[in-house]
């Protein structure tokens, strides 16, 4: 039997959001967003710069818009 092969969740334009990927003892997390108000998108590798991308998109982008800012 096969197994069921994971979704691509990586944000486009046509399916915009944040997607956090945790780092393991053989690879750093990374960290990808598209924002579906303004279009800005972003991508970072390790864990001071995913911690920064997801507090910049938290801040200035997907609830952001959806606030009204």
Known sequence: MFRKLPADLTPTED???LRVKGGTRYSSSQGDY??????????????TDVTALVEDYSAHHGPAHRKGR
């Open 34 to 47: 598209v924002c579906g108000g303004c279009g800005a998108e972003d991508h970072a590798n390790g864990d």
């Open 15 to 17: 399916s915009p959001g």
